[in-house]
Structure formats: structure tokens, C-alpha cells
């Protein structure tokens, strides 16, 4: 600060005629010490004399540097700010004090924990840390700065293990208690919001009993201390530390020291006595040599000659020409040749803080600002304690924060670190190991949120990324692989020809239509015959015209749904067994009558001849005509995929479209096939030779027993079994009626032609 008023002083363009004066407090890190300098500087400076301007006059304190410590500055802000004097400070960090209501004259050319805070939650984030512990000093700095760290670590999805606190002054056994928590803790990842000499003492005592190697993320606070790099267990630590800067002038001003201005001051005299191991006094007590002028301070290589890693100085240095600056623009005004400044002007303090809100400088590349909150545009290096060949540990800057950048670019590494005891593999630290694809994460009762099991997705849902807090549902349509983290096409099903299922239908089906057409193949070839005369031969031909039909509408049901085979498959079923079971049933009345017409002075027949037989037959068969086709027009059957049936697969299908239109269809041949049914039981006991009405009868019965089963095995059946089901029904009313009532027949046409006569079929029992 020295170095800095004296170049300003001596600067022909800052403040020129105007001499800054100072004076140095140390408040030793006290509160009470704090306080009780403020007050003095309230109370105003001794009177001094001006040995240049001949004249003597009272201090008049404008601005306040410092306090290095965010407590202290806490405690001096609120008591000078009453007043109207600006503080600006170049290492207190704490958060709170950018509330400008309760702090409005604080500035500060270190960046506020805030910022901080939110780097090193975006550097746990950046290296995928979910599960660490935390450290803090028992201080505004370390509460401020580690509530602020744990709002942005929970933002980001990060949980801490532990939370403590500790301060230098803390009773052993307190120290010792936080150390066990370090030492039994699973969490590999230590972050540490403290100030150095609360680290030590925290560190002296993990050194006794060292806990598993964990990797330590410290603040600006204790990251760039050197005296704490001789500590191992820290080795490989990470942190964000004040941008290092070079203050041309300042080493060749720091080693202008001699001995007898080191004897002025206490400070110094305790520097010196310790750099070169003797003694400024004539006579001393210990067993140091007295200084005998021969030491030569540019031959010393220590922390106060070494000016290559400045950080904190720089900002006391950015302080002191903030406020020059300031003061410059308060008294200072530009002529056309010269700048002028009032020198006598008395300065107003509020004036005053509303220049400095407004300083925008930059002075040796630099930038010094302040914004609404009265902080600078926050700037960190990424710093790594990396071991050099000879064991040594160095600060190594390996990236940086600028929170100017654009959001997601304010982080950025630009070199390799070295993680916790020289390791270059990244440490692992999580409370639980992500869940892969095909699961989903469920949280542990009564632990963090970083704590859960992983659990597969249920049926029909999936996740595609690792540590999906939920699976989403595949659309209607899709259903999961096997490892449940992709959808696919649900597989369709239908009766498909390629089934062995469907060419078994198949080939029955085709046999039924050869087996009826060789069956009136052979009626016809024997149409003369009693057999084939006596049994009605015109209905004969039409019923197995009509079961050849029945055998092969059953193929319209294999095969892919389409608009036209759904309304054809119903229709044709119904229609042409309509057709048949109408040829049975005239059968069955003629069967009747003509027995009924051999009793005296009857004259039935007249009324079932072939024509009256013909109108019966398209008479019924019309009616169902009638039914199909109100059905197609007002709400035909159409293909559909059918997704809730099974859940992992598409089944295409014939929707019914109006169900009262295919019960209509049903009930209507279930109507004809009982009256049939109990015509045939009524004349099964009639005299003759051979009786059709017994055959009608047992064609008729499996007729009513294979429908009565489908019901029930129709609306149970799931998918494509539904269709085999009707096909089969289909084929096994159609086999009974060919096999009952012709099969007889043709047995008797082809392997008992001596009873194929007129004698044999008239002659009685």
C-alpha cells in the first residue's frame, strides 16, 4: 500500500499537486481491535506538520483499505458507514457484505464468495463429484462462503456427506471430532472453505493418524499458502485462487530496505532479525550476532523477495488506485492543457462513494470496477498443488473462471492436474454408481438424493440414459427391447399363411371343397339311381354347391385383415351356411310331408314341390341377405390393430364394426339350424328302408354342438387363435353335415350298389 501512495504522489498525471497521506492499523484480526480502530479514525488524526508546505493541519480521512478478514471488515463497514466513509477491501470475501442496504459504502477489489462458491460447485460438477464432505472455518468468511457453496452444490445435484466447522481457538477435542468425521466419512472429495490458520491446525491433527487418501478442493482462502504445501496429505489439491499478477517496481522498492530502516520499525526489525539470524540491537540477550550492516537483503530468497506470485498484494494495490482515482475525479478537472485539482476543496463523502461506484480503470493491464453491489468482475484461477521431480510441491495454474463469459463458457482447463497423491486418474466420488440404460434411479430411504438403488424400468417403459430419475412409456405402438432402453416396432400378428397353424386350416379346408365336389361328382354320375332320385337330387346339388362354399370361405380368414376381406369373411360365412342349413331344412320338410302324404285323402305334397322348395330355400336365404347388407352399410366389420390384448405385440384384426350385425348373423343360423334340428328329431322314427331324417338329425346336432362351444371359445380365444377358432368351427359343422348326410349315401352308391335299387328301397322290414 506503502509502494502504491508513494507512486501515485509521485505521478504527474494522477492527482498531480495533491499528496496522499496514510495511516497503518492492525487490527490483528479482532473484532474488538476492529472496532476500536474505527472509532479512531472517527475521531479524527492528530495534528501533523508538512515539512514541504511549511503549514500543519489536521488529517481528514476519506477512504479506508482493508480489513483483510471478512469479520473485521463486517464490523468496521458498519460502524465507519454510518459516516459516510467508503472501505474498500482486498481479502474480505464473505457474501454478506454485497448487501448494499446494510453495507452501503463497502467496496471490495477481491471477488465476493458468491462467485466463488458457484465455481467450485461447477468444478465438483465439471469432474462428476456427486457425494463430498465439507469443511469451514467457524467465521463470516467460512459460514458465508460454505452456505453459499451448498446452494449452488444442491442446484447442481451434488450432496455432502458432512457439513463442520472449526476455528483455530476450538478446544482439541472439537478439532479431534471433526477429524474422525474426515477419517470414518466415504466421501472422497473434501471441499475446504477456510482461512489458513484454521486449516493448519485441522491438518496437525489429521497428520497423526492420516484418513484414506482424499482429494482435497480448497477456496482463495488457504490454496495459495505455501506454508500449508508442506502438508502431503494435501498433495494434489485443487482450488480457485486470485489471479496472479506483476506489479512493475515493487521487488526493486521491497529491496531498497536497510538495516537501519528495518531498526525503525518493529515489523521489520523482527523480518530482518529472523531472515538473516542476528540481531538489530547493540546488545542482546539471546545467542544471535548483532547485525553487522553486511547483509545484504538482495542475496534473500524468501516469500517477501519473491514478487512472482503475487495475488492478495494485487488487489491492495487495485484498492489504493480505486480510490486515488476516485479522489481524482472528485477534485480534478481537465483544462485545455493541464489537468487542475483543487487542492483545498473539501471532499464530500457521499459525493464521494458515488464516484467510486462509477470507477471503470485499468491500470498496468488490470481492470479495477465495481459493480451494484459493489464487487469486482469476478476472476479465479484453477490452481494445482502438483510434486516436482525433487518432492517438492508447486502451485501450478492449470485454468481458470471468468464469470464475464457467456453461461456454460466461464469454465475452462487448459492443462493436466495431478489428483490426490500424484495419481493421474481421476478419483471416484459417488454415493451411489450411476444406473445404465434400462433402469431408473429410486431413491434410499432416508439418505441423500445422490443415494439410490437402480431398478429396471417396468413392462413397456424405457430409459436411454444413464441415471434417468424416471422410465418413460414406448407409444402405443413401440415396446422395449430386452435391455430396456430402446423402443421398436411391436411385432404384428395375424393368421398368416406361413404358419403351420394356418396351412393345416388350410389344407382341411381345401379337402372339405374337393370332397363336396367329388361328392356331386358322384351323385351326378349316379343321378338315375333310387339313392340319389329318392333323396331329393336338386337339393342334393345345392346343399353341396353350398358346402363347398362354407369350405372355402374359411380361407377368407387367413391372411392379412383388409377392408374387403373383413366384410367378405363375415358376409360369405353367413350367407352361404344360411344356404346350406336352408337345403337341410327343405330336405327335412319334404322328408316330412312325403310321409305325411301317404295317409288317405292327404294332399300335402302339392305344397313342398321342387318349386315351393326352391322359394323356402331363396326365401331364407334372402333374409340373411337382407341382415348382411344393412350391416355392411350402417357399420361394416374393418381391419384393426388391436394393442390391448398383448401388450408386447400388434394383433391385426377384423372389427366386428356393429356386433348386433354378426350376433344378428349368428343367431339367425343358430335360429334355422335348431328348427331344423327339431324337424329331423321329429320324423328320425319314420318307416323306411333309409330314412335321411336320422342322417339330418346327427348332422344337425354336431351342427349345434360345434356352435354352442364356439361362443365361449370365440370370445376367450386371444389374437390370431380367435380367427383358427372360427375357421375351425367353420370346417367342423361343414365336415358333419357332408359326412352325416352324404357319406352314407355314397357308401351305399359305391360299395353296395345291390341295395342302391327300387326293389331294395321299397321293400320293408
Not at 179 to 197: H, K, L, N, Q, Y
Not at 491 to 513: H, N, Q, R, T
Request: include cysteine.
Amino acid at each position: 500500500m506503502i509502494f502504491a501512495i508513494e507512486e501515485i504522489n509521485n505521478s504527474t498525471e494522477l492527482l498531480p499537486g495533491i499528496r496522499l497521506g496514510y495511516q497503518l492499523y492492525d487490527s490483528c484480526a479482532s473484532v474488538l481491535m476492529a472496532s476500536h480502530i474505527s472509532f479512531q479514525i472517527l475521531n479524527g488524526q492528530d495534528p501533523v506538520f508538512d515539512s514541504n508546505s511549511n503549514c500543519s493541519h489536521s488529517g481528514e480521512v476519506v477512504a479506508v483499505v482493508g480489513d483483510s478478514g471478512s469479520t473485521p471488515s463486517i464490523s468496521i463497514s458498519r460502524i465507519i458507514g454510518s459516516f459516510n466513509i467508503p472501505m474498500v477491501s482486498h481479502f474480505a470475501t464473505c457474501a454478506c457484505l454485497s448487501n448494499k442496504q446494510q453495507f452501503p459504502t463497502f467496496f471490495r477489489t477481491i471477488p465476493s464468495d458468491q462467485f466463488q462458491a458457484d465455481a467450485l460447485a461447477k468444478l465438483v460438477k465439471h469432474f462428476g463429484w456427486t457425494w463430498i464432505g465439507a469443511v469451514r472455518s467457524d467465521s463470516d468468511y467460512g459460514n458465508y462462503g460454505m452456505k453459499s457453496f451448498l446452494a449452488a452444490a444442491q442446484r447442481e445435484g451434488i450432496c455432502v456427506e458432512y457439513s463442520e466447522s472449526l476455528y483455530r481457538t476450538d478446544s482439541q477435542n472439537k478439532i479431534q471430532r471433526v477429524a474422525d468425521v474426515i477419517r470414518r466419512s466415504t466421501a472422497r472429495i473434501i471441499v475446504a472453505f477456510m482461512e489458513s490458520g484454521d486449516l493448519t491446525v485441522l491438518l496437525e491433527e489429521l497428520a497423526q493418524e492420516p484418513p484414506p487418501p482424499r482429494q482435497w478442493i480448497g477456496s482463495e482462502g488457504w490454496i495459495t499458502d505455501p506454508q500449508l504445501m508442506a502438508y502431503s496429505l494435501c498433495a494434489g489439491a485443487i482450488g480457485f485462487a486470485i489471479q496472479r499478477s506483476v506489479i512493475p517496481g515493487l521487488r526493486e522498492f521491497l529491496l531498497d530496505l536497510s538495516p537501519s530502516e528495518a531498526a525503525a520499525s518493529s515489523v521489520l526489525t523482527e523480518f530482518w532479525e529472523d531472515a538473516f539470524n542476528c540481531s538489530l540491537a547493540e546488545i542482546t540477550k539471546s545467542d544471535k550476532r548483532v547485525c553487522d550492516g553486511t547483509e545484504d537483503i538482495k542475496t534473500l530468497n524468501s516469500p517477501y523477495t519473491d514478487t512472482s506470485q503475487l495475488r492478495i498484494t494485487n488487489m491492495v494495490y487495485k484498492a489504493v488506485y480505486a480510490i486515488a482515482h476516485a479522489i481524482h475525479n472528485a477534485v480534478c478537472h481537465e483544462t485545455s492543457f493541464t489537468t487542475k485539482c483543487e487542492k483545498f476543496i473539501r471532499v464530500e463523502l457521499k459525493q464521494f462513494i458515488s464516484v467510486m461506484k462509477k470507477i471503470n480503470i485499468s491500470h498496468n493491464g488490470y481492470p479495477v470496477s465495481f459493480d451494484a453491489n459493489g464487487d469486482p468482475v469476478a476472476f479465479y484461477e484453477l490452481v494445482n498443488w502438483q510434486k516436482s521431480e525433487s518432492g517438492v510441491i508447486d502451485l501450478v495454474t492449470v485454468g481458470y473462471y471468468d464469470a464475464s463469459l457467456p453461461k456454460g463458457q466461464e469454465f475452462q482447463i487448459n492443462r493436466n492436474i495431478t489428483w490426490v497423491d500424484g495419481g493421474t486418474q481421476l478419483p471416484v466420488s459417488v454415493c451411489s454408481e450411476s444406473c445404465p440404460p434400462g433402469t431408473h434411479k429410486v431413491l434410499q430411504k432416508g439418505k441423500p438424493i445422490c443415494c439410490y438403488d437402480c431398478i429396471p424400468c417396468p413392462e413397456g417403459e424405457i430409459s436411454n440414459t444413464t441415471d434417468s430419475p424416471d422410465c418413460s412409456p414406448c407409444p402405443s405402438e413401440l415396446w422395449p427391447n430386452a435391455q430396456r432402453d430402446a423402443c421398436f416396432p411391436k411385432p404384428v400378428e395375424f393368421l398368416s399363411y406361413d404358419e403351420v397353424l394356418a396351412i393345416i386350416l388350410a389344407a382341411f379346408s381345401v379337402s372339405g371343397a374337393c370332397l363336396a365336389i367329388i361328392t356331386a361328382a358322384i351323385f351326378f354320375h349316379h343321378r338315375t339311381t333310387p339313392i340319389v332320385r329318392a333323396n331329393n337330387s336338386e337339393l342334393s346339388f345345392l346343399l353341396l354347391f353350398s358346402l363347398t362354399l362354407c369350405f372355402l370361405c374359411s380361407l377368407t380368414f387367413i391372411g392379412a385383415p383388409s377392408d374387403w376381406s373383413c366384410m367378405l369373411r363375415h358376409t360369405a360365412f353367413g350367407i352361404t351356411f344360411v344356404l346350406c342349413i336352408s337345403c337341410v331344412l327343405g330336405k327335412t320338410v319334404v322328408v316330412l310331408m312325403a310321409f305325411k302324404a301317404t295317409l288317405p285323402g292327404s294332399n300335402v305334397m302339392k305344397w313342398f314341390g321342387p318349386p315351393q322348395q326352391r322359394m323356402t330355400v331363396v326365401f331364407f336365404t334372402l333374409i340373411q341377405i337382407i341382415i348382411c347388407t344393412v350391416w355392411l352399410l350402417l357399420s361394416p366389420p374393418f381391419p384393426m390393430k388391436n394393442l390391448s390384448t398383448y401388450k408386447e405385440k400388434i394383433i391385426l384384426e377384423c372389427a366386428l364394426g356393429s356386433a348386433v350385425g354378426f350376433w344378428a348373423v349368428l343367431g339367425y343360423i343358430g335360429l334355422l339350424a335348431v328348427f331344423c334340428f327339431v324337424l329331423a328329431v321329429l320324423a328320425r322314427k319314420l318307416p323306411d328302408n333309409f330314412n335321411e331324417a336320422k342322417l339330418i338329425t346327427f348332422s344337425m346336432l354336431i351342427f349345434c354342438a360345434v356352435w354352442l362351444t364356439f361362443i365361449p371359445a370365440y370370445v376367450s380365444s386371444p389374437g390370431k387363435f380367435t380367427v383358427a377358432v372360427e375357421i375351425f368351427a367353420i370346417l367342423a359343422s361343414s365336415f358333419g353335415l357332408i359326412l352325416c348326410i352324404f357319406a352314407p349315401k355314397c357308401f351305399i352308391i359305391l360299395f353296395q350298389p345291390e341295395k342302391n335299387s327300387k326293389k331294395s328301397f321299397m321293400s320293408k322290414k
